[in-house]
């Protein structure tokens, strides 16, 4: 039977894509297949803020900023912790990655029309030694455009390769299954959903109108990650961070199923390190969702007090933005499932910013008067005020009394006591007034201000949270956001699947999430953040760049 195109790409999601136009810029034929319809092209990345780890880039040396390999590598292994005999591979992808983004990553995005904005952010600063989690040095680099600026310049390559014949796109066409012929993967089958016009990123019907089939010498695995599926995401939560939460909200659309995982799994490819994931733990519930329990992340600057349900301060160094996953053992060890932000307008207003690229008008849209109004403006940005206004997690108060008294409404388990929680914050008051303090999150604070970045955008001027000149006072109830999927299909850097014993399985290659970014986990247990896109972009380009050599 004759083949329907060299290379079939399973999921048009930004790993997808970038495969697709590497395999089509060989020369080859290639089919991407994808579940949803047209209007869902580049999936998850769409949907995200763009940041990019990016090392010892022009836009941090113009900042200040000294970065390298070597320190980036440290603070990746640091925040990796391999540990398992199965982490040979990750690790590999690991070292790899790193030399990638302190080298051609930002040349070869700049060359297809790629741009970044030029204050660089820093995520995950860890607070332990240095040699454990976190970024010595701010590394998240926002493209400007965020997610639709990342997906735009592999979607124009794409439909150039479309308008050449080389690259066909199958929408609403469902993979139910891999074919193999003598031990190698040939193809796929599975279904034709009917046609649905939903708006991008909702939920499609899953009405199926017919079959299909399709042949190739190789199949790339392209299909993202569990977390959009909760029973999934519960089936393989890891001890280690206490008992799945309860209540769960999605940071990811519905789409990002885990099925096509099951189906890989089930054709022989080796699935390692599925207990490795990483969600957040200052999620919101969107007031106006897009998808099923749609959720935001607030990505906070260092200055908010965190408190667990039962009024506890969070210990050093779990402040906002320091440890993602030590901060979700912590609360799921507190025995539920949520926390809380307590701080003030003038924290709010230079400390929250709002993950995904509708929740970000300004950089999305390119307009950099809009984007200069993020220092200059009285209040937050518009869609954080609107989340202050219509947010089910916000309480907003001039008095503290009041203020605790909504929280154990919204709560209702009056579980917080105005005297307790007002004795800790009185205390973290008083370090205010003297720079030489003890309270390791104001020291967080004033070492984050001696970064022009954060001075100028993410950190506002330490003051004390019960001054009413800084009013009003808000808390704002956190929850669980599932997003991402760390471990994945093994895979050598051809991006080639292993399956039992060791052995690659021939024809079979997979990329982005589903193979843990690379490797099946190159991120280990924690991300240093913006390595998930990275990690789509590397990988797809081997995958791509390996099929599309061994069809040849
Ligand atoms: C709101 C948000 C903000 C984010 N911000 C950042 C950020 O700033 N920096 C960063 O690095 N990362 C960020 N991320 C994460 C990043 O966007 C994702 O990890 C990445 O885009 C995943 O890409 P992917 O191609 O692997 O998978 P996906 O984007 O999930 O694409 C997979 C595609 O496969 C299709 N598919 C699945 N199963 C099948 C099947 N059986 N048959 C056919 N098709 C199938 C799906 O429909 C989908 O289109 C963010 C994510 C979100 C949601």
Request: hydrophobic share 40%; net charge positive.
């Given at each position: ?12 999601g ?6 697709a136009?590497?395999i089509?810029?060989?020369?080859r ?27 010892d ?9 000294k ?14 912790g391999f540990d398992?005999d199965?982490?040979l ?10 030399a ?7 040349g070869w995005?700049r060359?297809m029309?790629h741009r970044?904005?030029?204050v660089?952010?820093?995520?995950e600063?860890g ?5 454990s ?8 680099h ?5 997610g639709?600026?990342i997906?735009?310049p ?7 390769a479309q308008?050449?014949g ?6 609403r ?8 012929t003598?031990?190698a993967v040939d193809g ?13 990123g909702?939920s499609s ?18 299909s993202?990650?569990i ?5 999934l995401?519960?089936?393989n939560?890891?001890?280690?961070l ?8 999605s ?5 990002v199923?885990g099925r096509?995982?099951?189906?890989t ?13 990483w ?16 959720g ?10 965190w408190?667990?349900a039962?009024g506890?301060?969070?210990?050093s160094p779990l402040?906002?933005g ?8 912590y609360?799921?060890?507190?025995g539920?499932d949520?926390?809380?932000?307590v701080?003030?307008q003038?924290?709010i207003?230079?400390e929250?910013?709002l ?5 970000n ?7 950099w ?7 200059t403006n009285?209040?937050?940005?518009a869609?954080v ?8 997690d916000?309480v ?11 929280m ?5 388990d009056n579980?917080?006591k ?7 914050i009185?205390?973290?008051?008083r370090e205010?007034a ?5 309270d ?8 984050a ?6 001075r ?10 019960l ?5 009003p006072l808000i808390?704002?109830?956190l929850?669980?956001l599932?997003?991402?999927t760390?471990?994945g ?6 991006s080639?699947?292993f399956g039992s ?11 982005g999430e ?29 995958a791509?760049r390996?099929a599309?050599?061994?069809?040849g």
């Open positions: 039977m004759a083949d329907d195109a060299d290379v079939i790409v399973v999921g048009g930004l790993a997808g894509l970038v495969a136009t590497e089509a810029d060989a020369g034929r290639v089919i991407v297949v994808d579940q949803e319809g047209e209007q869902n092209l580049g999936g998850q990345a769409f949907w995200s803020f763009g940041g990019l780890f990016l090392v880039s022009p836009e941090q040396r113009r900042l200040g900023i970065d390298s390999y070597e320190l980036a590598l440290q603070d990746w292994m640091g925040s990796a398992r199965e982490d591979w990750p690790r590999r992808w690991a070292e790899a990655y790193v990638f983004a302190a080298g051609e990553k930002r995005l060359a029309g970044i904005f030029p660089v952010g820093w995520a600063r607070g332990y030694d240095a040699m989690h976190g970024n010595s040095v701010p590394r998240f926002v493209t400007w455009g965020t639709p600026g997906v735009e592999f979607e124009r390559r794409a439909r150039e308008a050449r080389l690259l066909t796109f199958r929408f066409h469902r993979v139910d299954a891999l074919t193999l003598g031990g796929v089958t599975g279904s034709i959903l009917a046609p649905d016009k939903v708006e991008r909702q019907s899953r009405e199926i109108t017919g079959d299909f089939t399709l042949r190739a010498q190789a199949v790339i695995v392209a993202g990650g977390g959009g599926n909760h029973d995401v519960r089936q939560w890891p001890k280690r206490g008992d799945a939460p309860k209540n769960l909200i940071g990811v659309p519905e789409h199923d096509m995982i099951g189906i799994e089930e054709a022989g490819a080796r699935l390692i390190n599925r207990d490795r994931m969600h957040y733990v200052e999620g919101i519930r969107n007031w106006s969702p897009i998808w099923p329990r749609h935001i992340r607030i990505l906070p600057g260092p200055s908010s007090m408190f667990d039962t506890k301060r969070l210990p402040f906002p320091s440890d993602t996953l030590g901060q979700l053992q609360i799921m060890g507190t539920y949520y926390s809380w932000f701080l003030t003038s924290i207003k230079k929250f910013a993950s995904g690229s509708e929740q008008p300004d950089l999305t849209g390119k307009s008067l809009m984007t200069a109004r993020r220092a009285k209040g937050a940005p869609p005020e609107a989340f202050k206004t219509h947010g089910a916000f907003v108060r001039d008095n503290f009394g009041d203020l605790v008294s909504a154990n409404a919204l709560a209702g579980l917080l105005l005297d307790d929680l007002k004795t800790q009185e205390a973290r008051d205010i003297n720079p030489y303090v003890k390791t999150q104001v020291m967080n604070i004033h070492n201000r001696r970064y022009i970045g954060d100028l955008v993410r950190t506002a001027k330490p003051h004390r949270i001054d009413p000149a800084h009013g808390a704002v109830k929850n669980i599932t997003r991402k760390l471990g299909f093994e895979t050598d850097l051809d080639r699947v014993e060791g052995k690659v399985m021939p024809g079979l290659y997979a990329a589903a193979a843990g970014f690379g490797g099946g986990g190159m991120h280990g247990y924690r991300s240093l953040e913006g390595t998930f896109l990275g990690g789509c972009l590397f990988s797809g380009r081997n791509g390996a599309a050599k061994a069809v």
